[in-house]
Structures are given as C-alpha cells and as structure tokens.
C-alpha cells in the first residue's frame, strides 16, 4: 500500500480554437456548463477523491482561472449585503474547494510537455493528471477507482473507454490483457491518434491519468510525435514496454457517463444531459425538450 496521492495536475494551456470566437478572450475552460465553468466540474472531481493539492498547467490570456478560484471581495460584500446566501455559497464553494497552484506551460508543445511542467511541483511521487476537457459524471467516479488500483499494484493507471472504432483515430488507443478483474486490463502498447486499420482495439484514452514520477524522466527524452508534439501516450508506451524499470501501465474501463466538452456538439450534449437531472432546472427542461423535438419530426 503507497502513500496516498494528494496531487493532481490540470493541463488548461489550449487555445481552444474549435469554440472561436468564443475564445478569443475567455479561456475554453471557463466556458459554462449549465452554471458552472467546465474547469470547475474537473476541480470538484480531485477533491471528491481526496486531490486536495492541484496544479494548473495554463498559458497566455488564462487569467479568468485564477481569478475564479480566487476571493472576490467586492461581489461576496454585496451578496452578504443583499443577504443571498444561496449565491454567496457558491461563490466561496469555488474559492474554498483545493490548495490551487499555477504554472505556465510557455511554449504549446503538446500533453506530454504540459505534465512535464508538473516535474518540480510533484517532486518524487505519484500523482493525478486530470484534462479539464472531460467532465466525468459525479454519480460514477472513476478517479477514486484508479487511484485505489494505482496503490495496489504500484504502477501507472490510465482511464479506458470502449468507442466506435471509426472513432479511434481521435484518441490514444491501448493494446490490452486481461486481469482477474473485468475492469482493469494491462496495457501491453499504446498509439496516439491510429487510423481505424491501425487501431490495436477501440479502446480508447479519455482524460485521466495516475502516473508515477518515472514518467517525468521518460518525457524528458520523449521526441515529438504526432501533430509534432511531446506525446503522453509515446511516454507511456515506453513505460508500458518497460515494466521493471518504470511500473508498467494498467487501465481500467469507465462505463459511465463522459461529456467531453472540447467538442462543440458534445459540450452543447453535456450542458442538456447535466441540466436535465438537475432538481431546479429538469422538471421544467424535460418536457419543453419533448416538446420542441415534437417540433422536428
């Protein structure tokens, strides 16, 4: 049994170029999903699993998040003044969720080098990558499952999903074994982005990681791969590839519910799916969305 993890990194330096104009001015991780930043759901899934220590990966023009997790002196006066308490809850619920730390990625050199900006806060231990452009659904927790696997087996963990395999080409896809547990396979190889005909299986890497420190040292010497960028996954196929000296690489399989809200038409899903089982907004949402897809039969 390891040392709990306490640390999670959050890679947020993207341009988000696919919500331009959108934002031009507002980092893509401050959009909104119903009411909240999409930043904020991620942060809220660290603390859920006991990540009470989160560094943020961020760039140029990423202001708005430090600002949001921040005091707001003036905006809590006046809601203490007004005497909306129910406002002035959720305001201090953001500033008050983690220990929240900030470091520039620089230059735009892809995952694998944001999480090596990670290197000298996480010192020599295991810790959480978390992408801010998955929102996992509360009401199915994966992080808390990784990280128990994480402390069992003293390896590597990264979060599986079965997709459509015209669908691979999106995403990291793993080569697996089985284990003695339905839902926890070990990785024996990994390719970034592979054609449908290259696919080792349509399994598929979605936002979350539990690393051990080794990593850093394999990124370091990581060439870039596709998209001429520093690769995650090149990282951890080689951990994969190399067990003894690096842990090797498990996954386990989400089944849950995911909205990745990097995509424009999946961000606009996540905001429907999230808001219609909400007890203030769904009773109301439900039947004017049964009455306006009526509309387009």
Not at 86 to 96: F, G, I, P, Q
Not at 182 to 197: F, M
Not at 236 to 246: G, H
Not at 274 to 284: C, I, K, N, S, W
């Amino acid at each position: 049994m390891g040392t709990p993890i306490t640390k999670a990194v959050i890679p947020a330096a993207g341009l988000g170029t696919r919500f331009l104009p959108a934002t031009k001015a507002m980092p893509k991780e401050m959009l909104p999903v119903v009411d909240k930043p999409a930043i904020q759901y991620v942060v809220e899934e660290a603390v859920a699993a006991g990540l009470t220590d989160v560094l943020m990966v961020t760039g140029r023009n990423k202001n708005a998040l430090e600002n949001h997790f921040d005091r707001m002196t003036e905006l809590e006066a006046i809601l203490k003044k007004k005497g909306d308490h129910s406002r002035l809850e959720k305001v201090n619920h953001a500033t008050d969720l983690a220990d929240i730390h900030y470091v520039r990625q620089g230059d735009p050199l892809g995952l694998g080098h944001a999480v090596l900006r990670a290197k000298m806060h996480v010192g020599n231990e295991p810790f959480a990558v978390l992408l801010g452009d998955d929102i996992i659904d509360a009401r199915d927790p994966l992080l808390s499952k990784m990280l128990a696997e994480q402390s069992t087996r003293n390896t590597s963990i990264i979060a599986l999903m079965e997709v459509e395999p015209s669908q691979i080409h999106l995403y990291g896809a793993a080569a697996v074994e089985a284990t003695d547990d339905p839902d926890v396979v070990r990785v024996t190889g990994l390719v970034e982005k592979p054609s449908t005909e290259d696919a080792p299986s349509n399994l598929a890497i979605i936002g979350r990681y539990v690393l051990r420190p080794e990593v850093f040292e394999v990124l370091e010497r990581t060439q870039p791969g596709k998209g001429n960028e520093i690769q995650l996954t090149d990282a951890l196929q080689e951990m994969a590839l190399n067990p003894v000296t690096s842990g090797g690489v498990y996954g386990v399989i989400f089944r849950g519910r995911r909205y990745d809200t990097g995509d424009r038409l999946d961000y606009i899903k996540a905001i429907v799916q999230l808001a219609v089982d909400r007890e203030d907004l769904g009773p109301d949402l439900r039947p004017w969305l049964h009455e306006f897809v009526a509309t387009l039969e």
